[in-house]
């Protein structure tokens, strides 16, 4: 069955690292993928889109990577802020355009 | 602010009871879904919407209609409430269909079905 894993519930570190979380997908070929950030009580942000030709993707502190081989996602935030803290879930569409499935979610805690 | 406004923000309700949650844009998206999201299982498509006068089924649609009668409005309607329907409920909006298109979520309604 197609399944998509984020690898860990939960993520902390200190503030000024980087963040690096991960998103595995099985029995998937997604043509692209999509990362979100939801904080408590709210609904899902769009942050960025990564397309299956594309290994690597920028956009300020963000850096997604695609491996469509290892069928693998890594979303990093570089240079960590507590305000970087809540939940990242990775999204992928299942082959027809409406059907998107996310990820359960890595909830990320930034400490000062 | 243009964006996804949803209503009502939460409810409490008894089992067996019809209940329609509301969705409204106003950024004149074509797509509309609906998803419920459930501790530990991440979000899931309930059913979606192309463009106005078209719906299709998600991942867990039983138990749940839609209708989209314009561009701007999509409800859910729950017709027999049963407790494993209590979950927070996010409608969300693309300005097309397409599996590149970002979606536009709204902040959710959480309901609980006892």
Not at chain 2, 25 to 44: E, I, S, V
Not at chain 2, 90 to 107: K, L, V, W, Y
Request: glycine share 8%; aromatic share 8%; net charge positive.
């Amino acid at each position: 069955s197609q399944k998509i894993e984020q690898n860990s519930e939960a993520l902390n570190i200190q503030e000024g690292k980087t963040a690096t979380l991960t998103c595995n997908y099985t029995n998937y070929s997604p043509a692209y993928l999509q990362w979100y950030r939801q904080d408590p009580g709210r609904g899902p942000v769009f942050l960025l889109l990564i397309r299956e030709n594309e290994k690597e993707k920028r956009k300020e502190r963000l850096k997604v990577t695609f491996d469509t081989t290892l069928k693998q996602s890594l979303f990093h935030i570089t240079a960590s802020q507590p305000a970087d803290s809540a939940t990242y879930l990775c999204a992928l569409a299942l082959g027809n355009n409406n059907d998107m499935r996310f990820g359960a979610g890595t909830r990320l805690t930034v400490k000062p | 602010i243009a964006g996804i406004t949803q209503a009502p923000t939460s409810q409490i309700l008894a089992a067996g009871r019809r209940m329609t949650l509301r969705c409204t844009q106003d950024m004149r998206h074509n797509a509309m879904y609906w998803y419920r999201q459930d501790l530990g299982l991440g979000l899931r498509l309930i059913h979606y919407s192309n463009t106005a006068g078209t719906t299709g089924k998600g991942e867990v649609p039983d138990g749940y209609s839609v209708s989209r009668a314009n561009t701007d409005d999509f409800p859910l309607t729950l017709a027999s409430a049963v407790p494993s329907q209590t979950s927070v409920y996010f409608c969300a909006s693309s300005s097309r269909t397409g599996r590149n298109q970002p979606q536009h979520f709204g902040d959710g309604t959480r309901l609980s079905i006892l």
